[in-house]
């Protein structure tokens, strides 16, 4: 099994997900703990102090104003979880919550938390035994950190609440830690604090939603280029020197891509040919470089984002090297809140131009000879009439998706914390817009698929063919009489998703970008 080295400077996207979609082993470094201690001899200092130090002998957030005596102070810690443990709703997935779980780690191992070695140990334990915390959909305003999210996480170090094992059953959190020989941690000074205060939820959901859009964009892609091919457009738009002067990197890797997909094909080039002969293609073709290029550059700010969040230490009050122990801000899920939300806006304008091609491919008055609908008998047989509003309801949703939850603020904490990010929101709201996204680009893949077969006398590209021979020993059928589509939609939604399509293409294209 593979195994990720958590040290003190930060960790890799593909870290995070290697330990929450590929259930990687979890080490902490000799680095790692050193810090850990080296920072708790820091805290333990301060709390033999008489003076209050905020996290460490002090309540919370409006409550700061209150010292707590060195008898109350591991309730404290222990109130502070069970407490903000206050998420409702249905659990989140799983891959959410270990993704959370790990970041907090990595910024526990940085040893600006003050968080002692074995709690640290103990984080890693639960994660390499499988051991999943329930974690609430509601309960996270993205600032002070993910806190009712991280504070169920939290909950089940201490052995309380419940968690889901490595079968899948959710049990009480203490049953299973018992079940693989963990022992619930006794939280001291500032630990309980130093577990919930951070952007680890949103984060992690960013770094998994990169890595879903990564392969949706390339699809993309691809599906652009079929339908251009089913629809005898021209590839001239793709050249390289007409996007060269206009140098936006996303553009250019698009149109190379569509062009790689192209190569060969016996399709392009009839636009001024047949029956409604034209002398460019619509937007929604011609332009397909320009609008996936731009999602393709959100991607890359949003990477950017994301890379300095994960060599970042995301705590307040923080440990720092020379020793002060000093409050801060950079808990507020702002720059993660802003990307998360620019990808759903992309996606959802994204989505809307590959369904425009799909309704393209079905009006005969505007498909350059293809049968209405993609039908085998129009009339008798509707084709893919339906199939197309399914898409269009996906790419409507898309677009209530893209509103920025990061544009609204809900003062909290007795107007304390009294202007919040909204960022776990985006990050929700963004899964659900890439889901749908790779819905509707099933649908064109479908559609385009389909028109490319009923060419007849026309040869597609060795790579069209290609992702046609997939898609049909993965089971999705080609032209016929209607049948019942929702399983043919389901399995080229997988396709699609699994990454399927792109690594048919690109056993012909090579590596696209």
């Known amino acids: 099994m593979h195994t990720v080295v958590v040290g003190t400077s930060g960790t890799t996207a593909q870290d995070v997900i290697a330990v929450a979609r590929g259930n990687a082993r979890v080490e902490l470094s000799q680095d790692a703990l050193a810090a850990l201690a080296k920072a708790r001899e820091i805290v333990d200092a301060l709390a033999a102090k008489p003076e209050p130090v905020y996290g460490v002998s002090t ?34 997935e799983r891959e959410v919550v270990r993704a959370l779980m790990f970041l907090r780690l990595k910024t526990v191992c940085s040893g600006h938390t003050g968080v002692r070695p074995e709690v640290a140990q103990t984080m890693a334990d639960v994660l390499n035994a499988g051991i999943t915390p329930v974690v609430h959909e509601y309960g996270s305003l993205g600032c002070s950190g993910d806190l009712a999210p991280l504070s169920h996480c939290a909950l089940t170090l201490m052995g309380e609440g419940d968690a889901e094992g490595p079968d899948g059953v959710v049990r009480p959190a203490g049953e299973l830690l018992a079940a693989h020989g963990i022992e619930p941690v006794e939280l001291r000074e500032k630990e309980g604090l130093a577990l919930l205060n951070g952007t680890d939820g949103m984060l992690g959901m960013l770094i998994m939603a990169l890595d879903d859009l ?73 332009c397909a470089p320009q609008v996936a290029g731009a999602g393709r550059d ?27 122990v000093e409050s801060n801000g950079n808990f507020h899920g702002a720059p993660v809140a802003y990307v998360l939300d ?5 996606a959802a304008d994204l989505g809307s131009i590959a369904e425009r091609r799909t309704d393209r491919l079905l009006d005969k008055n505007r498909s350059h000879g293809l049968p209405p609908f993609l039908a ?11 199939a197309q509003y399914t898409q269009a309801a996906l790419v ?49 893949l479908y559609a385009a698929t389909r028109a490319i077969e009923l060419r007849d006398g026309l040869t597609p590209a060795p790579a069209s063919r290609a992702a046609i021979e997939a898609l049909r020993a993965a089971g999705v059928q080609g032209p016929g009489p209607d049948r019942f589509l929702a399983p043919d939609l389901e399995a080229a939604d997988a396709f699609v998703r699994e990454g399927k399509l792109v690594e048919a293409v690109e056993r012909v294209t090579g590596p696209l970008a």
């Open 342 to 346: 620019f990808l759903a806006i992309a």
């Open 298 to 324: 959100t991607m890359a700010h949003a990477r950017l984002v994301a890379e300095r969040e994960l060599a970042s230490a995301v705590d307040n009050p923080v440990v720092l090297p020379d020793g002060r």
């Open 59 to 92: 309540g919370f957030g409006a409550l700061a104003t209150r010292h707590i005596s060195r008898e109350l102070r591991a309730q404290l810690q222990r109130n502070i979880v069970r407490s903000h443990a206050a998420g409702m709703g249905a659990p989140v």
């Open 214 to 286: 990564d392969r949706l964009y390339k699809s993309a892609d691809i599906t652009a280029a079929l339908s251009l091919e089913a629809l005898l457009g021209t590839d001239k738009v793709l050249a390289p020197e007409l996007h060269a002067i206009r140098p936006h990197p996303g553009q250019g890797a698009a149109a190379a891509n569509m062009l790689a997909v192209l190569r060969g094909s016996g399709l392009t080039g009839h636009f001024q040919e047949d029956e409604a002969p034209r002398v460019q293609d619509a937007y929604s073709v011609r």
């Open 396 to 444: 409507s949703e898309l677009k209530r998706l893209a509103v920025p939850a990061s544009a609204d603020s809900i003062p909290s904490s007795a107007m304390q914390e009294d202007h919040v990010s909204m960022g776990w929101s985006a990050a929700r709201k963004l899964r659900t817009a890439v889901g749908n996204l790779g819905r509707i680009i099933a649908v064109e």
């Open 376 to 386: 085998d008998d129009a009339g008798v047989d509707s084709g893919l009439m339906i």
